[in-house]
């Protein structure tokens, strides 16, 4: 096929959204991967979830693992108040130029910054390069076999504080025991499960919510 599945995203997002509205963008996604084709956004049903904890936390700096085309980071985005901001790391320079342009369709860029490159290499500079000091809420949405050395890595890093939200997609599918097994058996964190699917589908997943506890 001539266009990626993210182009034909895009194109059904310039298609059936109004520029400037957050939901109509959101609504074409999920019509798009609902009807024609599936992809691996959070989806509708994730999303409710997504948008719960995200008026819970009322976060001022979120930092999201893996952005793909930018739909959970519109959803994010366009519940949070001015002056607050999502950071977004993307690893695939494809997704990472559709994703722009569905967050610029959204009229949310001045909430945004999305940063290209593997979590790895760029929480180490998240201080320095941005200011933050701490993150207010962690969506994991990125490589399955990472969420567990990242967040390590955002605790030696100090970018996980005392009341530091983590929500983690896809813990049942694709799946990930390790970080499962160390968020909800360590002291320092307060876990809840979250049963939703997969999705698009009717297979099984949920999101796990873990409040950082301190030291
Ligand atoms: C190392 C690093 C990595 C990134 C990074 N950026 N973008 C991503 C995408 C990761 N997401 C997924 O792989 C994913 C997969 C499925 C799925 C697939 C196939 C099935 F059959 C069933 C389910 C479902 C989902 O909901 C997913 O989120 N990672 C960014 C920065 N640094
Ligand atoms: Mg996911």
Known sequence: TRTSRP????KAVQRKATVGDPQSVITAIDHFCRHREWAMNVGDEKGSILDSVVNEVSPVTVLELGTYCGYSTVRIARLLPPGAC?????FNPDYAAIARQVIKWSGLEDKV???EGASG???PWMKEHFGVQAFDLVFLDHWKE?????TKLLEECGLIQKGTVLLADNVICPGT??????VRNSPRYNSHYYRSHLEYTKA????????????
């Open 7 to 10: 182009q034909r995203i895009l």
């Open 86 to 90: 999502v950071i977004t790391l993307e």
């Open 113 to 115: 910054q999305l940063v």
């Open 121 to 123: 290499d760029c929480i």
């Open 146 to 150: 990472r969420y567990l050395p990242d």
């Open 177 to 182: 025991p390790d970080y499962l097994e160390y």
């Open 204 to 215: 099984e997943d949920g999101l796990e919510k873990s409040v950082f506890l301190g030291y």
